[in-house]
């Protein structure tokens, strides 16, 4: 049987977690103060995910960056393989809140979409 001890970033509460697990089975989880602590602490202990933030190049915009962010939880693995992807993109003014920027990244079934409106110049 495993131990991993947790911090929960699921509230704000910060809950101290213990996940005990035999593989891939949890088998327990204490310390949380919420459902959202259990959620968090099984989902991490056994497919941990996160959701990415950064920008891309704007060509022919007010800005030559916009904001981007993964619409859901992608796996942790491919963090890496998703921001090499964002680096290596770049978009074409106008640029609005919520557009497609890469379709459905590293094969994860997540978006990643723009966070901030960019204007074309002119």
């Known amino acids: 049987m495993e131990k991993r001890e947790l911090t929960c970033i699921g509230c704000p509460m910060g809950c101290r977690i213990t996940v005990e697990l035999e593989g891939d089975e949890v ?6 103060t919420c459902a959202i602590g259990d959620k968090y602490a099984r989902q991490e202990v056994i497919a ?4 990415v933030t950064s920008t891309v190049v ?6 030559e960056r916009c904001s981007v962010k993964t619409k859901g939880n992608i796996p942790k693995e491919k963090i890496f393989a998703c ?6 993109i770049s978009v074409e003014a106008p640029v609005r809140i ?4 890469i379709h459905n990244v590293c094969g994860t079934r997540v978006d990643v979409v723009a966070t901030k409106n960019v204007s074309a110049m002119g």
């Open 98 to 101: 919520g557009d497609v920027i």
């Open 27 to 32: 088998l327990s989880v204490k310390g949380n």
């Open 83 to 88: 921001m090499d992807a964002i680096d290596h």
């Open 48 to 51: 941990p995910e996160r959701t």
């Open 58 to 63: 704007v060509t022919g915009g007010d800005r």
